[in-house]
């Protein structure tokens, strides 16, 4: 069931966007790395897990969001900061939070992604931040596609240039064109989601294929790897292609509330497919579908809201 709300303002969509990412994000972290046949039944995924669950990252409180959302929150602010998406700023924001917890709640950085710290001790060692990113086709992790709505929330230019971008934003971790396709689909849903389009998915598919069209090595990721007119099933896996199928299928699930706990419910990678579904059924809902007792339990507040805001000032 695919829940719309074409009345919804901008202001709704982009708050809920941001909180949306971040709720899923923090909603999945104690569920993380456990099969799907060990995830509690939709009814009993909370913050707090049901008693006796084996809850991942024991020592973290519960509601506290986790690398997806910080390294989202980098972003966010590097492109306010700087008005345009750079690298190399994007680059000292995200080596500062695997450093010293910056935008991490309580400045504890208590996970982080294989491809992801490769690139940014890369980046420590003096690598050009459109470089740091490994390319390889077995570097195709969600590193880069967990974090990149901001850049769908804050452009407003072209969608050539939106889709560029994303491929730039990706290449400072993941530098492999696979994940790059990725990303940019996922702006250009983004987008068209709070544009108030009625099927976004399938606009932004034609749109990417068309902006490909001269682009073979990116048409041909699009086509054979992440396969778009497939149905939208996925394992909840770290894979990109994976999470964003994942993502995909979880916000077909229901509203908010439903779809990322249906991301959850997927196993494995629970914290980045519910933080990717999560914002996309956030903006697609508002932020008022986001449970407000979820939103209460969120924790660093004091990280997010002043960025929140500023996003919002801006679009008015």
């Not at 902006?211 to 778009?228: K, S």
């Not at 999470?243 to 914290?271: F, M, N, Q």
Request: aromatic content about 6%; hydrophobic content about 40%; proline content about 5%.
């Amino acid at each position: 069931m695919l829940v719309f709300m074409p009345s919804l303002s901008r202001q709704d969509r982009l708050l809920g966007g941001v909180w949306g990412l971040l709720v899923g994000d923090a909603l999945g972290v104690p569920y993380e790395f456990h099969a799907a046949t060990a995830i509690p039944t939709i009814d009993e995924i909370e913050m707090e897990p049901p008693a006796g669950f084996a809850r991942s990252h024991a020592r973290v409180p519960p509601g506290t969001y986790s690398d997806d959302g910080a390294q989202a929150l980098c972003l966010l602010d590097s492109l306010l900061s700087r008005e345009t998406l750079d690298p190399e700023d994007l680059g000292r924001r995200l080596v500062g939070w695997y450093q010293s917890g910056y935008l991490a709640v309580d400045g504890d950085v208590f996970d982080c992604g294989v491809q992801t710290g490769a690139a940014l001790r890369a980046l420590i060692g003096g690598a050009h931040a459109t470089q740091s990113g490994p390319s390889l086709v077995g570097a195709n992790g969600n590193g880069s596609l967990m974090r990149v709505l901001p850049l769908a929330l804050w452009h407003r230019g072209s969608a050539a240039e939106l889709v560029a971008f994303a491929h730039a934003q990706s290449c400072v971790t993941h530098g492999h064109a696979r994940s790059q396709a990725c990303c940019a689909l996922y702006c250009l849903w983004a987008r068209h989601v709070l544009d108030g389009d009625d099927q976004p998915w399938t606009t932004a598919v034609e749109a990417l294929r068309r902006l490909y069209a001269h682009e073979e090595d990116h048409l041909a990721e699009l086509e054979f790897h992440i396969r778009p007119d497939e149905p939208a099933e996925g394992q909840g896996s770290g894979y990109v292609v994976d999470c964003l199928r994942s993502a995909r299928w979880a916000v077909g699930r229901g509203p908010y509330e439903l779809a990322v706990k249906a991301a959850i419910s997927l196993g494995r990678d629970t914290d980045t497919t519910a933080c990717v579904a999560g914002g996309i059924a956030g903006l697609r809902d508002g932020i008022d579908a986001i449970p407000e007792r979820w939103r209460n339990r969120l924790r660093g507040r004091e990280l997010f809201a002043p960025l929140i805001d500023r996003l919002v000032a801006r679009s008015r």
